[in-house]
């Protein structure tokens, strides 16, 4: 389980984040939405540590993240499999290197990196680009790769940073398709992060919308859908009023 | 202005607990061994095989310069066999490391404050320390440790070509034989001038190495926090050397 406790994070004097209190339930996908700028990515990193929060924390499997040394974050890093904006794929590396690398962090023979490497692209409809490097892939194939290179690790949780912004309708929806498919066929916990609504109603069991730095609603896609109140009706129809 | 004064005074003591705080969880790293080591050689190439042409293009010219420089002081005062003396001494006390030193910033100090400045501002830092590595272990130490081996390789390299080209410009233009340049070359020579002028590049080896993944690290913005990072290494690495090169000299000769 996720718990967002009560979390602060500013930076250069500007608060982000005031008061974040959020659960993340074992097996459930949440989707975090949000105006720009309100603190969705900065919330997901504090998950992993990436990011100290200013005041409370974030409870990962009972443990306080914000106070985890660097061996039991590295611990912690091991279980969560982390999808970046931009994929955050490594330019000199192939593909399949991309997908190798946290693997052999964590020690395993080098047929069984092989066979989850294969698997994984298998499974993100990859199969066959192992050989070829970032810069020769579309933005959807490279979004494809940075999925496949968190669930090639078999993490207990999946963290999407805007999964699908900056890509064609039907590229978003493959993608949504993608991480209905990973929770399916692999049962992770997954928080995501957008300001796609209909990515959010296809992927989220539950949908919370972060404003002025906490939640300001959370509840199912149907409760979200059907919500009276107009800061979080105002954004999932995009009215400019 | 006093405000002025103590923000910029606060800053630059930040900058110092900044700088203390990466050396030490670099040399926390160095217990890493099994995530740096396997990528020390590939740096060590990197730096040193790719290196070896500018360094040594640079002292090969200023072989040349060295000995018609002297042979034009020492004209009718002091013999020409000096000339060898000039050559060898300068080359292995100063030119040598120093050249080759600020020509390295420039490669090597700019290439990695950019290529781990691009890095972070396209979350790849933030993608490895995800995957479970420590980006100290994975990415500073390696590069840390070859230049610091590697640079006084290439400054060996670049002496002995330096010595040879002053040589050659010895036989060809000053009417200087060789048993007469090799007696200027023994002339004064002491074993400390080779590994005072190897130590003095290991250590500019570290510190362009270590300029360059600070300032790599600390880039923020787009490709211009790049571009910025990139000329700060190459500024505060050749400052750096010009100041080590001061104090090897006041501390070891």
């Known amino acids: 389980m996720i718990e967002f406790q009560d979390l602060y994070k500013g930076f250069d004097g500007k608060a982000v984040l005031q008061g974040l209190s959020l659960r993340i339930r074992d097996g459930e996908t949440v989707v975090i939405i949000g105006y720009s700028g309100t603190g969705k990515s900065v919330a997901l990193k504090h998950i992993v540590g990436l990011l100290q929060p200013d005041a409370g924390d974030v409870i990962v499997d009972g443990q306080a993240v914000g106070t985890l040394d660097k061996g039991d974050l590295t611990l912690l890093r091991e279980g969560i499999g982390y999808v970046f904006q931009f994929a955050a794929l490594f330019d000199s590396m192939t593909v399949a290197e991309n997908l190798a690398l946290g693997l052999r962090r964590r020690r395993l023979a080098d047929e069984e990196i092989e066979d989850r490497v294969r698997e994984a692209l298998a499974l993100v409809d990859l199969s066959g680009t192992g050989d070829r490097l970032p810069a020769e892939l579309s933005g959807g194939m490279r979004k494809r790769v940075g999925i496949a290179r968190a669930i090639a690790l078999r993490p207990r949780y999946i963290l999407y940073d805007e999964p699908t912004t900056g890509l064609d309708p039907v590229t978003s929806a493959v993608i949504d398709r993608l991480m209905v498919r990973t929770r399916e066929h692999l049962g992770v916990t997954g928080v995501v992060v957008t300001h796609d609504m209909r990515s959010a109603y296809t992927v989220g069991d539950r949908i919370a919308m972060l404003y002025e730095g906490r939640v300001r609603q959370v509840g199912s896609v149907a409760e979200i859908q059907e919500t009276e109140d107009p800061v979080v009706r105002q954004f999932i129809e995009g009215r400019a009023e | 202005m006093i405000q002025a004064i103590g923000r910029r005074s606060i800053s630059a003591i930040e900058s110092v607990g900044r700088v203390g705080q990466f050396v030490m969880d670099m040399t926390r790293a160095l217990t890493d061994v099994g995530t740096w080591a396997r990528l020390v050689v590939g740096q060590m190439r990197r730096i040193g095989v790719d290196s070896l042409p500018v360094a040594l293009f640079i002292a090969a010219f200023t072989g040349v310069v060295l000995a018609l420089q002297a042979s034009y002081t020492f004209t009718g005062a002091v013999p020409l066999y000096f000339v060898g003396t000039l050559v060898g001494k ?164």
Do not use: H, N
């Not at chain 2, 787009?222 to 000299?249: H, K, Q």
């Open chain 2, 90 to 253: 300068t080359m292995m006390l100063e030119l040598g490391p120093v050249l080759t030193g600020l020509a390295l910033a420039g490669r090597v100090g700019a290439s990695m404050a950019a290529e781990l400045g691009t890095m972070k501002v396209t979350e790849q830092v933030d993608a490895l320390e995800t995957l479970a590595y420590d980006p100290q272990s994975y990415l500073v130490v390696p590069r840390v440790i070859a230049a610091t081996l590697m640079f006084p390789v290439i400054v060996a390299f670049s002496i002995a070509v330096g010595i040879i080209t002053g040589w050659l410009t010895s036989l060809a233009l000053l009417d200087l034989s060789t048993p007469d340049f090799i007696k200027g070359l023994k002339l004064f020579y002491v074993s400390k001038d080779v590994w005072f002028g190897l130590l003095k590049s290991a250590s500019f080896g570290f510190t362009i190495a270590l300029v360059g993944c600070i300032v790599g690290l600390g880039t923020r913005g787009g490709a211009e926090g790049v571009g910025r990072s990139t000329t700060r290494a190459v500024v505060y690495s050749a400052i750096l050397i010009l100041v080590l090169d001061a104090f090897w000299a006041v501390v070891l000769l």
